[in-house]
């Protein structure tokens, strides 16, 4: 006769420690994705629905002054080496004029992250072209908003998608 032992039996602990083991897994993993959820959650859009709701009209009205403005702003976005950019913005009125002296803002966003978002202090180098480096940027895709101001009133608002690469 061989000596071959029989199976120990499955008692009523080892069940339950199993059943401990499994479930500190499954809550455990739990407990470390919610954990990355929140830190990496981007925030919300807007702050308060109701102010931006209030806002609305206002924004409608700008928007249809800009359209009737009919001003034509072209940006350039151009690479560095050494991983910045640089966003150059030439703005012509409705005749094709250069425009001068407005005051412009340019914005890279993370679509999906706020905390990403990096502003291009932009100053005018020529009449009607506007120019800022941003020193480091990462790539990939971006919102480019741009704002252009005179006397502290809004005049250009655009937001496009960019990729960069």
Not at 33 to 56: N, W
Not at 84 to 108: M, N, V
Not at 121 to 141: F, H, K, T, W
Request: aromatic share 6%; charged share 20%; glycine share 10%.
């Amino acid at each position: 006769m061989t000596g071959s032992q029989a199976p120990k039996p499955i008692t009523g602990r080892k069940v339950l420690a199993m059943l401990i083991a499994f479930f500190g897994v499954v809550i455990g993993v739990n407990l470390v994705m919610m954990r990355f959820a929140i830190q990496t959650l981007p925030g919300t859009e807007v702050d308060s629905a109701y102010s931006a709701s209030l806002a609305y009209e206002k924004q409608i009205t700008a928007a249809r002054d800009q359209n009737a403005r009919n001003w034509k702003v072209d940006a350039h976005v151009e690479r560095s080496g050494q991983g910045g950019a640089t966003l150059q913005i030439e703005a012509r009125d409705s005749s094709g004029r250069p425009i001068s002296g407005l005051k412009f803002h340019g914005r890279f966003e993370r679509p999906t992250d706020r905390r990403a978002d990096l502003p291009v202090p932009l100053a005018e180098v020529g009449i009607g072209i506007y120019r800022g480096s941003a020193l480091a940027i990462a790539p990939g895709q971006w919102d480019l908003v741009l704002e252009g101001a005179s006397a502290g009133q809004r005049l250009f608002l655009s937001k496009n998608r960019v990729l960069l690469n």
